[in-house]
């Protein structure tokens, strides 16, 4: 099998975020970590892109609400017309509350697949599962993986990096 990467282990958040800054300093930019809660800063050492997702959101809700009240004026002026009283077909007081409804369910929903997209989910294996260390059950331990691709990357140099940086076990994850 080939090599997927590295992965440390590291007993606290603190130990993960310097470990990382470190490694990205060494010039070292295909890495990834993982922990049982969100470490505040380590997505911006990891060189994480800021996202798209609420733009996404923005545009399900407004996409929504237009489809619904074109639907409404189409059959309201269009399909079935009825005056009623001598009030005009268009009375859009009463349309603009359907159409928030909907530019709400249009949010939700872009949100819903924006996020598994974003996440390039559902994933059902990650080469990090070959790893024997990974495991959330057997407590919050914090991991920081440096991908194989990497330029930098140098099997024994990368490890011998990461056990100095404090990482309590250092493992090869097979692909």
Known sequence: ???????????????????ACTMRARGYRRMDAFS????????????????????????GGILGAVLVYALILYSVEIDYPVNVGGRPLHSWPAFAVIAFEAAILGAALA??????SANRLPRYYHPVFNAGSFSYARGGKFYLFIEAADPKFRKGVTKGQLTRLGAQSVEEVEA
């Open 1 to 19: 099998m080939s090599l997927h990467g590295i992965i440390a282990v590291f007993a606290d958040p603190e130990a993960l975020t310097e470990a």
């Open 36 to 59: 049982p809660f969100s470490v505040r800063g380590l997505a911006e050492i990891l060189g994480m892109p800021k996202s798209r997702l609420p733009w996404v959101v923005l545009g």
């Open 111 to 116: 949100g819903f697949v924006g996020m598994l």
